[in-house]
């Protein structure tokens, strides 16, 4: 899966939603159906921790320097202040039948699902 296309690309916006997160790029839309770590110089937050949410909102206004997906094990995008979000692909850390949906803005790319 190629999610190269938010390479460049400033994060606009992020939408919680019941039991997933997406990603705006301005254009490109990465939805998330399990839950990102996001690692700061400081220290790591996961969901459920104090200021997880807030941790993710501040990474809006900043741009995607590298976007990167090894199967089965990990999506992970760093961002131009070292910030780098994860998000496990092993099988056994799904809780549904898929972990990422991608869109790369481009009408002409298909929906790119794991």
Not at 69 to 92: K, N, P, Y
Request: charged share 25%.
């Amino acid at each position: 899966m190629d999610i190269s296309a938010i390479e460049g690309e400033e994060l606009s916006s992020v939408t919680f939603v019941q039991d997933y997160v997406q990603f705006d790029f301005n254009g490109p839309l990465l939805t998330l159906y399990i839950w990102p770590e996001v690692f700061r110089s400081e220290g790591s937050y996961a969901f459920g921790e104090p200021g997880y949410r807030d941790m993710l909102c501040a990474l809006i206004g900043e741009t995607a320097t590298t976007a990167t997906i090894e199967d089965g094990v990990a999506l992970e995008i760093e961002f131009e202040s070292g910030v780098i979000l994860r998000t496990s692909l092993r099988e056994e850390d799904y809780v549904g039948p898929e972990a990422i949906n991608f869109r790369s803005g481009n009408s002409d790319d298909p929906l790119l699902v794991i």
